[in-house]
């Protein structure tokens, strides 16, 4: 064997141990402060720094986000919602974040991840603990992210207005196919843009909407998170009042 093959192959083998590496290590705690009862999702990955995958139309490479919230919930079938969107029932999650991000990530699972519990640094909703023996349900997840305009101060929460939608997400390859073998879970990421009051991502309240564009009740348990790649302390999850009374 020539000199120049024995190099391609051997080429070849490290990025093949390189490929499986990152394969092995591609899965993250779906919690923000612990293991969330073992479960787990695929790594959540900055746009910020990604680098091409070494196989050609594979995933970029990311790097796991530094700060990473969960949110565990359960919809109740005929629930009343937060809102009618453009003719769906849609929720919000609010999220008060106190700092200046470069980019941040939104992520929705239906249902939640098999033997998820929040832990210590996790938010969970009222009806958590109600629904999360409930393994028959869950919802096709549509997602957005929107920042309310007039908020600068945890004082101005309780009158959040003049929302600014930044992205959506109804179906992402990127997530784990549903229970019915079918790509329906959601995510997105939103970089920055200092230039854009309407593109930045300021010190705010935020808002997470989820619904769902398919045929079918939102109903059952789902698992959000949201990523940024510093460290956000003091981001608050909730209710629109949970919020306001952990922020002042």
């Avoid at 305009?149 to 109804?170: H, L």
């Amino acid at each position: 064997m020539k000199a120049t093959q024995k190099r391609n192959i051997l080429f070849l083998l490290g990025m093949l141990g390189m490929v499986l590496a990152l394969g092995l290590t591609g899965c993250a705690s779906t919690g923000g402060g612990g293991s969330s009862g073992g479960a787990k999702l695929p790594a959540f990955g900055a746009d910020l720094l990604a680098k091409s995958s070494p196989i050609p139309g594979g995933d970029p490479i990311r790097v796991p986000y530094t700060s990473l919230i969960s949110y565990y919930g359960y919809a109740k079938a005929g629930a009343e919602p937060d809102e009618m969107v453009e003719g769906h029932k849609t929720w919000y999650i609010y999220v008060w974040i106190p700092a200046v991000a470069p980019e941040i990530g939104v992520r929705m699972i239906s249902p939640a991840p098999k033997g998820a519990e929040p832990t210590e640094g996790d938010f969970k909703s009222a009806t958590w603990e109600e629904g999360k023996t409930d393994t028959e349900h869950y919802f096709d997840t549509w997602i957005s992210l929107e920042r309310a305009g007039n908020v600068i101060s945890p004082e101005d929460i309780a009158g959040a207005s003049d929302w600014n939608r930044y992205d959506y997400n109804d179906d992402s390859s990127e997530m784990p196919k549903n229970p019915a073998g079918l790509v329906r879970n959601s995510l997105f990421r939103v970089t920055t843009d200092a230039s854009d009051p309407l593109k930045a991502l300021v010190r705010g309240l935020y808002r997470v909407g989820f619904s769902t564009y398919k045929p079918g009740e939102v109903e059952g348990t789902f698992l959000a998170q949201i990523g940024a790649p510093i460290d956000l302390p003091g981001v608050i999850v909730g209710t629109l009042e949970e919020v306001q009374a952990a922020a002042e």
